[in-house]
């Protein structure tokens, strides 16, 4: 079977090849409905993202509804149907980091990047999502870049940090 590690250099990768690993994929996973969630998974990871091209490509190799795939997609935060910008913005909303003020933080995080929750900005730097709990609530707030993280964030923080990556 394919493994997540197999797909790390897709990014040499022409659109055919990555439709012909996604084909073998979806054969791995035998072609079953209650394998959709990890073939979205290899989706995302070979594309990047998984535009409405690759939902009818899977739709069509799994004999689904196109609805069907993209009501799966929508449910679950961890899949974007969008181009993420080079950092992903990710500000943890779970209880601890929300009483700490983690809104703030993320209030702060729309106005300096100028974009919405599941949004990239314009010149494709920065994508900003929100996450649940990641252990880390004896610092709260908590933010992830990429896989970074930061701990006891405040709004005062933001522009610095953000400046330092562009
Ligand atoms: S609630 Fe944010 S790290 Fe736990």
Request: glycine share 6%; hydrophobic share 40%.
């Amino acid at each position: 079977m394919i493994t997540k590690d197999e797909v790390c250099n897709v990014h040499a990768m022409t659109e055919e090849a990555k439709y012909n690993l996604l084909k073998e994929v979806i054969t791995d996973y035998d072609r079953k409905e209650s394998n959709l969630i990890q073939i979205l998974h290899m989706a995302q990871a070979i594309f990047g993202y998984v535009p409405a091209e690759v939902q009818h490509f899977i739709a069509d190799q799994m004999e689904l509804s196109l609805s069907k795939v993209n009501s799966v997609l929508t449910f679950y935060s961890f899949f974007s149907t969008q181009p993420k910008g080079k950092y992903t913005v990710s500000i943890c909303l779970g209880t601890a980091c929300y009483v700490r003020g983690g809104k703030e933080v993320l209030n702060k995080l729309k106005s300096v990047l100028g974009i919405d929750v599941g949004a990239t900005t314009e010149d494709k730097i920065f994508s900003l999502s929100v996450m649940r709990c990641i252990g880390a609530c004896g610092l709260a707030p908590a933010m992830t870049i990429n896989n970074k993280v930061y701990k006891q964030v405040n709004p005062n923080k933001i522009p610095r940090i953000l400046g330092m990556l562009k």
